[in-house]
């Protein structure tokens, strides 16, 4: 079953606009990830926020973690067309990642 | 660091037949290596965990007989789908870990195989 559960399913901006993503979860966790897949690739690994952090930084990358409402969200700012993927949050259970069904981020040039 | 590649890339076979996928980490040693599908659109599904020189833990709804998995060494593992089916037609991702090092908490991703059935 999906542990985590992105928000806005789909989103399109234009290039230099932020966007933003959230996700939810259901259980506790010891660390959330964030994932990107470029279409028909694989996964690259993103940031990882541990339970007791905040706020994550990492070049335009921005992620926030509220473990009290179960929650975390992805800032990108300054957008590129070059941004333009799916991007997934994952959680770990029993040592396996449970993956979110991701927000598809279209960057219009 | 922390590379992952997978062969074939593509893979197109008719019914009946069997098909194998490597997964190899590259520059690290992977204690742990996973198997995941993903259907257009969707998210990704873990299919299966193995460990090296040990038998592969199936997640719930995967045939083990119908999806082969060997981790023989600490940098390959091998999926094969038997007697492959239309409706095994998707996109399969290996991804691995290492229980030392730097690569600890994180999985990493190979590209991913698109397997076409006909």
């Known amino acids: 079953s999906q542990q985590g559960e992105e928000d806005p399913q789909a989103l399109s901006i234009q290039e230099g606009e932020n966007a933003t993503m959230n996700c939810s979860y259901k259980t506790s966790i010891n660390n959330l990830q964030w994932y990107r897949q470029n279409s028909g690739r694989g996964l690259v690994h993103l940031i990882l926020i541990r339970s007791n952090e905040r706020e994550k930084h990492s070049g335009r990358l921005r992620v926030t973690l509220d473990t009290s409402k179960k929650s975390s969200s992805l800032l990108i700012t300054a957008s590129r067309a070059a941004d333009t993927a799916s991007y997934f949050c994952?959680?770990?259970?029993?040592?396996?990642?449970?993956f979110g069904k991701g927000t598809k981020l279209t960057v219009n040039p | 660091g922390a590379v992952v590649s997978q062969h074939p890339s593509w893979v197109i076979c008719k019914s009946g037949t069997s098909v194998k996928i490597e997964c190899r980490s590259l520059d690290f040693q992977a204690t742990t290596m996973f198997w995941y599908r993903q259907f257009p659109k969707q998210s990704l599904m873990l299919m299966a965990t193995?460990?090296?020189?040990?038998?592969?833990?199936?997640e719930q709804g995967v045939e083990k007989d119908k999806f082969l998995i060997n981790h023989a060494s600490l940098t390959l593992s091998t999926l094969t789908v038997t007697s492959a089916h239309p409706e095994d037609s998707s996109f399969y991702i290996c991804?691995?870990?290492?229980?030392?090092?730097?690569?600890?908490?994180?999985?990493?991703f190979g590209p991913g195989t698109r397997l076409l059935v006909l």
């Open positions: 991804s691995a870990r290492s229980l030392a090092g730097p690569y600890q908490e994180t999985q990493y």
């Open positions: 994952a959680t770990v259970r029993s040592e396996k990642l449970v």
């Open positions: 193995s460990n090296e020189g040990s038998k592969a833990t199936y």
